[in-house]
């Protein structure tokens, strides 16, 4: 355990001999050391901004990607409530809203001007209400 604390480890080493050179270079009235701080921080400097720029790049992935999911979730949430106008349903409400639509311009004005009496039977209201409901559907759908 004792040859272990004194064998010192390569980054004390190497804090020595910086620290070394720089007494040197105080000790000898040199500039260097003042050459050497500035480059140390440039150096600590562009490291930084090179750390800086990755994380700010990788939260605008992060961001991108986080609202594409979103983008992606909502779209797969809307569409299975959308109808395609391919779909074999939506052809078939269309075809019923037209026959529909035909029998009301002819059902309407006919109740309007003559009254016949079969237009206040029940079953004629109750057809007559189920057509109106089913425009109310289609408004919706």
Known sequence: MRKAALIPDLTTLHNRETNKRVLEQ??????????????????????????????????????????????DENKSQLTKYYFRYSDSFILKWDIAVIIL??????????????????????????????????FVCDVIV
Do not use: H
Not at 109 to 126: A, N, Q, T
């Open 101 to 134: 639509a035909i029998w009301n311009c002819f059902s309407i004005p006919l109740d309007i001007s003559f009254e016949p009496p079969f237009s206040l039977e029940v079953f004629y209201l109750i057809i007559d209400s189920c057509i109106d409901l089913f």
């Open 26 to 71: 105080v000790v000898e009235g040199d500039d260097g050391y003042d050459d050497f701080m500035k480059e140390k921080i440039e150096r600590e400097r562009d490291e930084l901004l090179q750390k800086k720029e990755q994380l700010l790049n990788d939260i605008e992935r992060k961001k991108y990607e986080s609202k594409t999911n979103q983008i």
